[in-house]
Each structure stands twice: as structure tokens, then as C-alpha cells.
């Protein structure tokens, strides 16, 4: 089978054909899909039909596999496979209904954020559900020159679910245990990344509540918030920007080193029913660009 790599979105993303997910991959065929996932950051996959060891195997060819922090959306038999559904079974949801309408990279909030992520769909609405990403190297490149040197050396602060807003439903304050807090220090982290592998430099602040940018360090806080601010809109343009509409037995990866996503379940209409299988490999820390 001949594996075909076709552009699809603006200047990232690309779809992927000729490839058997379910099947061992020749080293020639892993190795065109592992470049294409670093040059593209994000590649489709149609068409598939995966058991969750099949699922789980690939997963396995970005990295380790880390299982979600919350048990009881682990699959049963693959725990580092996570549910994501909008359905409920006997009053309790399946999964996880919204894993993220926000901008954000998976796992920032860590010392060490993820690499890939990938997610299965099991199942997908008529309308609705679409997951949008956004190319933060494109983003980085666009900056004019004196913003580029002026970002240089800054750091941010990272904390899981923070808000200004101490009684934010979502934020940390109301949603998390104290174990959970607990285990969910701040972190801080560049505002420019150097890609481990590609060397490309990206813009690596989200404006989503579970990235939870503080602000940056050694800045005063309304220095800070221009700043973020600048940022955030400057990588919210269409121009980065690419909108993935999903078909049953689709496989999306995604490059969280260079990229954000969001996704757009807190749209999905009552009627319309999104269940996937997600897998998220360990990155290694990041360093600045
Ligand atoms: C995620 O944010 O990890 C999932 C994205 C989606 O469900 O579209």
C-alpha cells in the first residue's frame, strides 16, 4: 500500500491515505507518518477500524502513554486510552463531555507537557463538534522583529484551571480536590519554545482556563495581562488557524509542542452524540526559544 500525504488545512494539517491503522506499520510507512506529523503537526487519518489494543499500540509509536489523572474515564481494559462522550450509562457520564472549548496545549500546566495527542472517533454528530487548531510556530514567525527580541527570556506562570476569579465554576478553587490541587502545582514555563525536534521556534500561552496562565514572571500584573493579551489575540487570527470536521473511524494526531486546539462540544446541540478514545504521549520539558 502506498501511504499519500495531502495538505488540508492553511499551512499545517494533513490528511493521510493508504495506511491500515489495525495492521503492523513497515518502518518505511512509520517513518513517513512520523515526519508528516512534524512537518504537518496535525495528520488525519479516514476510514479506520480500531480495537482499543490496536488503538493503544499506535499511540505507543509517539511515546509513553500518560493515562488521565481521573480514573474513572481510563477505558477498562487500556487505562491509558481516555473516554471522551457526551453520553450518560445509568445517570453517569461515559467519558469526559468537553475535554477542553478553549484554546490550549495538552498539559501545559506540567513540568512536562505533552507531545502527541490522538484522538479516535467512535462516533461523531450530524452538525457540531468540529475540533479547531491553531499553528503557534506560524504564529511566533508573524511576529514582527521587535516583538520576536522582546519576548526572549520571558516566562510564564502555569496553573492548572486557574482564574482570577476565585469562584470560577471550572476553576481550581471549586472543581479540584485538595489532593488534586495538590498534585497540580504552578509551573512555569518559556513564552517561546524551541521544538525538541524540528528546532522551530512557537508561542507556547493559552488563553484557556485549564492552560491557567497566570501571568509572566517578573512582570507587573498589568503589564502581564497587555501582554498575554497581545499575544492571545494576535494567535486567535483565522490566518493560523484550521477547523478539523470529524468522520466516524477518523484518527487525528496532533503536535502539542507547536500548536493549540479547541474543541467545540460545549456547542453540541442535546440531540447530537460525540464519543471518541484519546491517547496523550509524555514531551519533555520545554526549552526556550
Ligand atoms: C481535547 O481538547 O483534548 C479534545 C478535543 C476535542 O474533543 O475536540
Same mark, same amino acid.
Given at each position: ?5 495531502r495538505?488540508?488545512g492553511p499551512?499545517?494539517?494533513a490528511e493521510?491515505?493508504g495506511v491500515?491503522l489495525?495492521t503492523?506499520?513497515?518502518e518505511?510507512n512509520?517513518e513517513?507518518?512520523?515526519q508528516?506529523?512534524?512537518e504537518h503537526?496535525?495528520?488525519?487519518f ?6 482499543a489494543?490496536?488503538f493503544h ?6 511515546g509513553t ?10 477505558h477498562a481494559?487500556?487505562p ?10 445509568l445517570g453517569?457520564?461515559?467519558g ?9 496545549s ?8 505533552a507531545k502527541a495527542t490522538?484522538l479516535?472517533?467512535l462516533?461523531t ?8 487548531f491553531?499553528?503557534?510556530?506560524a504564529a511566533?514567525q508573524a511576529?514582527p522583529?521587535?516583538t520576536k527580541?522582546s519576548l !526572549?527570556?520571558? @516566562? &510564564?506562570r502555569h *496553573?492548572? +484551571?486557574?482564574?482570577?476569579n476565585r469562584?470560577?465554576?471550572?476553576g481550581?478553587?471549586r472543581?479540584?480536590t485538595q489532593?488534586e490541587?495538590d ?20 508561542i507556547?500561552v493559552f488563553?484557556g482556563?485549564t492552560?491557567?496562565v ?9 503589564e502581564?495581562r497587555?501582554?498575554l493579551q497581545g499575544?492571545?489575540? !494576535?494567535?486567535? @487570527? &483565522?490566518?493560523? *488557524?484550521f +477547523?478539523?470536521k470529524?468522520?466516524?473511524?477518523d ?5 502539542n509542542?507547536?500548536?493549540m ?12 452524540f460525540r464519543?471518541?478514545?484519546?491517547i496523550?504521549t509524555?514531551?519533555t520539558?520545554p526549552?526556550?526559544g
Open positions: 500500500m502506498t501511504i499519500t500525504v495538505r488540508i499551512g499545517f494539517a493521510i491515505s491500515d489495525s503492523p506499520l513497515s518505511d512509520w513517513r507518518i512520523y508528516a506529523f512534524l503537526k496535525v495528520i488525519a479516514h476510514d479506520q477500524a480500531l480495537s489494543a490496536e499500540k499506535f499511540g505507543e509509536r509517539f502513554i500518560e493515562p488521565h489523572t481521573v480514573e474513572m474515564y481510563r481494559e487500556r491509558g486510552i481516555t473516554l471522551l462522550s457526551n453520553r450518560t450509562e453517569r457520564p461515559k469526559i463531555k468537553d475535554a477542553g472549548s478553549h484554546w490550549h495538552d498539559y501545559s500546566y506540567k513540568a512536562v507537557p490522538m479516535y472517533a462516533e454528530p450530524d452538525e457540531g463538534g468540529d475540533t479547531l491553531g499553528d503557534l510556530a511566533y511576529l522583529k521587535a527580541a !526572549h527570556g520571558l @516566562q &510564564a *496553573h492548572y +484551571r486557574w482564574d482570577e469562584n470560577h465554576p471550572e481550581r478553587w472543581l479540584l489532593t490541587r498534585q497540580t502545582p504552578e509551573v512555569v514555563h518559556p513564552v517561546v519554545r524551541r521544538h525538541p525536534e524540528t528546532g522551530e521556534l512557537s507556547f488563553p482556563l492552560s491557567g497566570k501571568g509572566i514572571v517578573g512582570k507587573a500584573p498589568g502581564s497587555a501582554l499575544l492571545y489575540e !494576535h494567535c486567535d @487570527q &483565522a490566518a493560523f *488557524h +477547523r478539523y470529524w468522520r466516524k473511524g484518527v487525528l494526531v496532533w503536535d509542542r507547536a500548536t486546539h479547541c474543541a467545540t462540544t460545549d456547542k453540541l446541540a442535546p440531540d447530537q464519543s471518541m478514545w484519546r496523550n509524555t514531551g520539558a526549552v526556550p
